[in-house]
Structure formats: structure tokens, C-alpha cells
């Protein structure tokens, strides 16, 4: 079955252009459109679409509340959204995932890449753009506060350690089982284990958690 995605965006020419490409891409099907926030979070509770696919900055409500909205922590069914953005370095982005965005790209990706961050969203997997992964949850996690809890529920093991650093730098599923020689759903079983842990609810909670304790720039040497 086909992939349902809804888009929204403050602009026409950027909602027909994502439009045109994911449609264009086997086992992608756009539902429906939105201007607005608003709009956009009606639309997505009417349809519930597999994934929502969001830009930042829209009037009304913007990106990162339709986000909470839909998938924020107090959300029961929460939708995958992932997040658009303009800027490598949008003071919005960090908002947008603690807001319960499952992964984030820049408006100039390529088709591939767009399509791979909505195959990862429908999936339960997040796709963060490569080139600013690392660098944009380092620069906000230094700015953001420290977390009332620093520390996991249980200590880590070494390899879910080592998962965790995975996760941090943007790695999917698949990409985390190659490098490290194991089975995908021992990586599942991991990064389960590790949400229990954190208590987060999903890999991008993950990463952020990572970074804002300077879990991985201590220990692995990112910065």
C-alpha cells in the first residue's frame, strides 16, 4: 500500500513542487494539501495520513505547534511529522523535535533524500539531513537547558552505548546493523531497551537526550 502524506507550506510553488516529487516516487501517494497550521492539523486528524510533512514557518500556527499538536508527548496517537526547514541552523528546528517531530530536512534535498526521510517516518525510523545532524543538536543542545534528569533509568550497556552514538549522528536502523554487525532487529530490541531507559518515546528523543547531556561529545569525541 502506498505511503499517505499531507504537506504544508505557506507557499504554492514549494506545496506543488513536494507534491510533484513524492508523488512521482513509487509507493507515494500526497492526500492532501495545507497553508497553514490550522489547516494543516484538521486536515492531518481527518485524514491521518501516514506521515505529515511540514514546513517551519507557517501564519496561524506554525510548524512547530502543529507538530505538538499532533505528536507531542501528551498526544495518545501521535502521527509521524517530519519537519522543513530553510536554514541549516533554523532556532526553530530543536523546537520542532522536542515538539515530537520524527526527523527534519532542508528544503533543498534532492528527491531521494525527501523520499527517504518519508519511507523512515512511515517506518518508526527518523531521517535528519546528513550534512547538519550532528552539528545542529550539538549547537542547540549547548544553548538548551539542562534536563531535570541527566542520567538513564538503568545504566547503559556497552552496546546500547554504542547505539546510542549511532542514533546521535543520524544513523537509520539498517545503517547501525552493517556498521556494527548485527541483526536489524537486534538493533530494534536496542533501541527499544534505550527509549525505555531515557524514557523518550522515540529516536529522535534519543539523540536530543544525547546531546543534551553531553553524553556522546564526552564520551565519543564528536565535538
Known sequence: MSIRVIVADDQEIVRTGLRMILNAQ?????????????????LAQ?????????DIRMPGMDGIEATRVLAGPAVEAPL????????????YVYAALKAGARGFLLKDAGPDLLAQAVHAAADG?????????????????????????????????DREEQILAAVARGRTNSEIARELHITLSTVKTHITSLMVKLGVRNRVDI????????????RFGTR
Do not use: H, M
Open 46 to 54: 481527518r485524514e491521518r495520513p501516514d506521515v505529515c510533512l511540514f
Open 207 to 218: 539523540a536530543i537526550w544525547a546531546y543534551e547531556t553531553k553524553r556522546v561529545g564526552n
Open 80 to 91: 509521524a511529522v517530519v519537519v522543513i526547514t530553510t536554514f541549516d541552523l533554523d532556532e
Open 125 to 157: 525510523e527518523a531521517l535528519i539531513a546528513p550534512s547538519i545532524t550532528a552539528r545542529l543538536l550539538r549547537a542547540f543542545a549547548d544553548a538548551a537547558p539542562a534536563p531535570a534528569t541527566v542520567q538513564p533509568i538503568d545504566a547503559l550497556t
Open 26 to 42: 513509487p509507493g507515494i501517494d500526497v492526500v492532501g494539501e495545507a497553508a497553514d497550521g490550522r489547516r494543516a492539523v484538521e
